[in-house]
């Protein structure tokens, strides 16, 4: 099924570890997202990639690194894990309308 | 600065009963708006839009959104509740200054608005 596919599901992390979140998407589309989902605040863009080979900062890019692997992929990588990372994380596409990823829980304890 | 509200943090209706679930938003020149619905441990999925036409806008699963310029709201709407609606519930403005990140085009979404319906 044609969609936006997110993995790690769950993951748990000490502070100061790091880690990657993949996405990748099947859709050809150009545009790619990363966005954090906390409780009463809603979604907040952390980077996206309008193109393959570009990327930029979003309303909260800081503790967080991002690749764009080539059309399909669009990683987010935290190097040193903090508490206040803990969060749910959804990569998205956009196309006609934006399609998201069911989403990657993160706790760093 | 352009920004999204959804005023109320939990709506609770009776199935069959009509939903409203509210949303203003605050943007320079017109906005494009948009409603999304986000199932428990799922990524949201997209319901219907506004960018320019009628103010009455239909999407998908029976819901339709009022666009209402002089109020500055796109409300979500369906007339008859089902326990299957139950859901979060997201408004979200097409960010046109570019201000809260990156250039336009980005999505800015309000706190959502978790909708219970009871049998």
């Known amino acids: 099924n044609a969609g936006v596919t997110q993995t790690p599901k769950f993951q748990v992390l000490k502070t100061g570890q790091s880690m990657t979140l993949q996405c990748a998407q099947d859709?050809?589309?150009?545009?790619m997202y990363w966005y954090r989902q906390d409780p009463g605040m809603g979604l907040r863009l952390i980077y996206y990639?309008?193109?393959?080979?570009?990327?930029d900062k979003g309303e909260v890019p800081n503790g967080y690194n991002v690749s764009r692997l080539n059309k399909r992929e669009f990683s987010l990588r935290l190097e040193s894990a903090a508490p206040s990372q803990t969060s749910v994380y959804f990569c998205?596409?956009?196309?006609?309308?934006?399609?998201f990823g069911s989403g990657t829980r993160l706790t760093v304890v | 600065a352009q920004s999204v509200a959804q005023p109320e943090d939990q709506v609770n209706v009776a199935e069959g009963n009509p939903l409203t679930v509210k949303c203003t938003y605050s943007?320079?020149?017109?906005?494009?708006l948009f409603w999304y619905v986000q199932y428990p441990n799922r990524g949201l999925q997209f319901l219907l839009k506004?960018?320019?036409?009628?103010?009455l806008v239909k999407g998908s699963y029976g819901f339709e959104a009022e666009f209402n310029k002089s109020q500055t709201s796109f409300h979500l709407k369906k007339p008859s509740a089902l326990v299957s609606d139950s859901a979060l519930y997201f408004c979200?403005?097409?960010?046109?200054?570019?201000?809260?990140?990156?250039?336009?085009?980005?999505?800015?979404f309000g706190k959502g608005t978790k909708l219970s319906v009871k049998p």
């Open positions: 998205a596409s956009k196309g006609e309308g934006y399609t």
């Open positions: 859709m050809n589309h150009n545009s």
């Open positions: 990639s309008a193109s393959e080979g570009t990327t």
């Open positions: 943007v320079s020149g017109n906005p494009y």
């Open positions: 506004y960018i320019t036409g009628d103010n």
């Open positions: 979200a403005v097409r960010d046109i200054s570019g201000e809260y990140g990156g250039s336009q085009g980005n999505l800015i």
